[in-house]
């Protein structure tokens, strides 16, 4: 995983804050989603180009990186016969490093993998 630090620009210039959060919303929601082996590979590498086109400053890049990841949770039907997991630790790690460097200065970046601010509630033990 590349190194976050403040996005650089390109030709397309600085990736807007409305699509970094747009971005973090999706990253969410991807701690839900269910997979076969070889589509969890393919969001690896699709969250992988997201995090070059964020560090590079690359707009355009980010962006198509964004609708790609959400294309493969949209064109998923159910495979026979393979098993369907929630996403492989390499996956959720990736998902918290980019959640984090997305999400703006401040912001409560609480994951789906991760335990930060939750409270045990009556009947949970």
């Known amino acids: 995983m590349a190194t976050h630090t403040a996005a650089g620009t390109d030709a397309a210039g600085p990736i807007p804050a409305a699509l970094t959060t747009e971005a973090v919303l999706l990253l969410r929601d991807v701690y839900r989603w269910q997979h076969a082996d070889a589509q969890w590979a393919e969001v690896d590498d699709l969250l992988?180009?997201?995090d070059r086109a964020f560090v590079v400053g690359d707009a355009a890049g980010f962006?198509?990186?964004?609708?790609?990841v959400e294309f493969v949770q949209d064109r998923v039907s159910p495979v026979?016969?393979?098993?369907r997991t929630a996403?492989?630790?390499r996956t959720r790690d990736r998902l918290n490093q980019l959640v984090h460097a997305l999400a703006p200065p401040?912001?409560?970046?609480?994951t789906a993998g991760?335990?930060?601010?939750?409270?045990?509630?009556?009947?949970?033990?």
Do not use: F, I
């Open 106 to 110: 401040g912001t409560h970046t609480d």
């Open 114 to 125: 991760g335990t930060e601010g939750r409270h045990d509630r009556p009947g949970d033990r």
């Open 80 to 83: 026979t016969g393979r098993p």
């Open 87 to 89: 996403p492989p630790p």
């Open 63 to 68: 962006r198509q990186a964004l609708v790609d």
């Open 48 to 50: 992988a180009t997201l």
